[in-house]
Structures are given as C-alpha cells and as structure tokens.
C-alpha cells in the first residue's frame, strides 16, 4: 500500500520512511500520530485560509503565509501532491491573483481529502497486519 502511495505520488518515499524509522516499540503509531496532527491543524490553517479568502482587500501576504506554513506542514509528513498545489496557490498570491488563489485552494484541498483518504485506508491495513502478527 505504501509503495502504492509513492508510485501515485501521494507521498515523498525518503520523507515518509523517514518518519516510519522513528517508529519502535514503545511508539509503534508514531507516523499515524504525526498524520493525525496534521490533519488536525490543517483544519485551523484552512479556517484561515478561508477566512482571508474572503478579506475585503485581500491580503495575499498573510495568505501566502497561512499557505507557507501548511506547505511545509504537508512536506514533513511527504504529501508531496499537497505541496505542489500549494506552491501553485502562493504563486497565484505572488502575481495578486484573487480568482487564481480560489481555484488553487479547491484543488489544495481536493488532494489534502485524498491523501487523508489513503492514508486512513493505509493505516487501517498496519493494524490489521499488527494485529494478526500478535496472533
């Protein structure tokens, strides 16, 4: 499932076994912990996100560093789709390009519920596969 992942281009190969390697014994969830707190604080960098959005003006300085810190929030867990879109999105910031930040932030988001989605599904397979080796 994991190459799965790589091969698509969900994840970065060196950045996600990266994190798997921090795994052990006394912290066997680690990389699911990690994921679970991005997606956590994704919801309140979104919230943002859309709320400046929405700013009359908008202020693409702050968007583009609301969208700074989630890219680098997705780099170090690997989404590598993610922060793709986002650097699309600061792009569209850069060039002041309102209609282009909208666009570029339904699609950051479009690959944000996909990757969570496969990564739920990837996670779900590690403690089927954990349990069965404690049988």
């Given at each position: ?85 986002c ?9 002041g ?13 479009h ?10 599904t ?14």
């Open positions: 499932m994991r190459s799965s992942l790589i091969e698509q281009h969900y994840l970065d190969q060196q950045q996600f076994v990266q994190l798997e390697d921090l795994e052990d014994d006394s912290n066997p969830n680690f990389v699911e912990e990690i994921v679970t707190l991005f997606y956590k604080d994704s919801a309140r960098l979104f919230q943002k996100i859309d709320q400046a959005l929405h700013s009359i003006p908008m202020d693409f300085s702050r968007l583009d560093d609301y969208m700074h810190q989630f890219k680098g929030s997705s780099s170090s867990i690997g989404a590598v789709k993610v922060k793709n879109e650097t699309q999105f600061k792009e569209f910031c850069l060039a390009n309102a209609e282009g930040c909208f666009r570029a932030f339904q699609r950051v988001k690959e944000h519920e996909a990757l969570k989605r496969q990564l739920e990837y996670f779900q397979l590690r403690r089927q596969a954990g349990m069965a080796q404690r049988s």
